[in-house]
Nanobody, 113 residues
């Protein structure tokens, strides 16, 4: 089970940190990711991190967002800086492991101009 939190309303240029707490014993060996879905658009990958610490970012967030994980606490974070109105959307936490693909309830991020 995944539970995301930390969304909210922020002005352009501001920062937010999203958190996603996971239950279960496979967190430390799973690929964790953050996706977002803007109004009227498809869900897209924002950032992901393997169990070994390798990261992957969407081009639109490179240099502004940072994904990290705390395997001792089963939490994955997304630090979002220099936010833009186009970052607005529902952000979802995702866990992938050996064909398992789990989604948490999203958290809404709204960036005002």
């Amino acid at each position: 089970q995944l539970q995301a939190s930390g969304g909210g309303l922020v002005q352009a240029g501001g920062s937010l940190r999203l958190s996603c707490a996971a239950s279960g014993i496979i967190f430390s060996i799973a690929v964790m990711g953050w996706y977002r879905q803007a109004p009227g658009k498809e869900r897209e990958l924002v950032a992901s991190m393997t169990s070994g610490g390798s990261t992957n970012y969407a081009d639109s967030v490179k240099g502004r967002f940072t994904i990290s994980r705390d395997n001792a606490k089963n939490i994955v974070y997304l630090q979002m800086n220099s936010l833009k109105p186009e970052d607005t959307g529902i952000y979802y936490c995702n866990l992938q492991f050996r064909g398992m693909n789990s989604w948490g309830k999203g958290t809404l991020v709204t960036v005002s101009s």
